[in-house]
């Protein structure tokens, strides 16, 4: 299996999301410029200009024409995928950190980061067709918890709204009054910052990371704990495969704490793990610094990690990994 290696950013890799039929590949990175990839051979399409501060996030519509982008500027911005086209920019008062389209692209859920005196913050905006009728206002705002919400995303049917973050607490709040409805207790749930929040391709289930060196999988509906998935190394990217009953778990250490520990390319690898099993299946080195971002292609052939080297890194999957055997 080797690796294509993609390289357009100057700064760490911060998102790497697939659009819905798996040709194109948007990457996010700390260079303020998101950019699109075709799928299959890693050639650079092209980039998406005007944001002024690291792009923390990014989600492309189910027909592929709108990517939405949030960054540390305090905007989110709406894009023409095809032309790199700015449509429209949502101004806030902090750092926005995480987009997710709801099913229907009707909406969107925004996270924005405390700020000064500020708290963090989830917004649900209405994203309308026509770009020219795009208005800013929140349909709803969720005052939020303590510490940065690092993550959230649309539960199933968009009735509710999965958030998880600094307090390491996984929240599911009803989207339509924004009340809490569901949080992970303490004793089963992380210890330390949730840096990842990834979903099932159904939606039925979801798997955090967390710097407590560890992944969980939970019921999207009654947040019940189903699996952990230990590991040596604080987690700050997951995926599972479309697929096969595969968990995929990225990281490393802090970079202020690399020059402690040996330093070779093998610290940073993408972990498989037995979704079922919960054991390690094997694991794909490559990256010079930790891994920030993984996505899984939607046919579950290929995957791709981004790391706090720079560089996107497209793995299409040999014959035998299908036939992986524990």
Known sequence: MRPILMKGHERPLTFLKYNRDGDLLF????DHTPTVW????????????????????????RDSMRLITGSADQTVKLWNVETGQQLYTFN?????????????????VITTDPFMELTSAIHVKRIARDPSQQTSESVLVIKGPHG??????????????????EDAIVRIWDSETGKLLKE????????KTVTSLSKAPDGSHFITGSLDKSAKLWDSRTLT???????ERPVNAVTMSPLLDHVVLGGGQDASAVTTTDHRAGKFEAKFFDKILQEEIGGVKGHFGPINALAF?????????????????????DPDYFNIKI
């Not at 008062?93 to 229907?104: E, I, L």
């Not at 704990?225 to 590991?231: E, S, V």
């Not at 292609?297 to 720079?310: H, I």
């Open 225 to 231: 704990l189903i699996k952990t998935y230990l590991t």
């Open 297 to 317: 292609n939607p046919d579950g052939k290929s995957f791709s990690s981004g790391g706090e080297d720079g560089y996107v890194r497209l793995h299409h999957f």
């Open 184 to 191: 992970s207790d303490k004793e089963t749930g992380h210890k």
């Open 27 to 30: 990457s996010c990175a700390k």
């Open 92 to 108: 806030f008062d902090s750092p926005a950190r995480s987009v997710d389209f709801s099913v229907g692209d009707k909406l969107a």
């Open 148 to 165: 940065r919400i690092n993550r959230a995303m649309w539960g199933p049917l968009n009735n509710t709204i999965i958030s998880a973050g």
């Open 38 to 61: 075709f799928a299959d051979n890693g050639e650079r399409l092209g980039t998406y200009r005007g944001h002024n501060g690291a792009v923390w996030s990014c989600d492309v519509s």
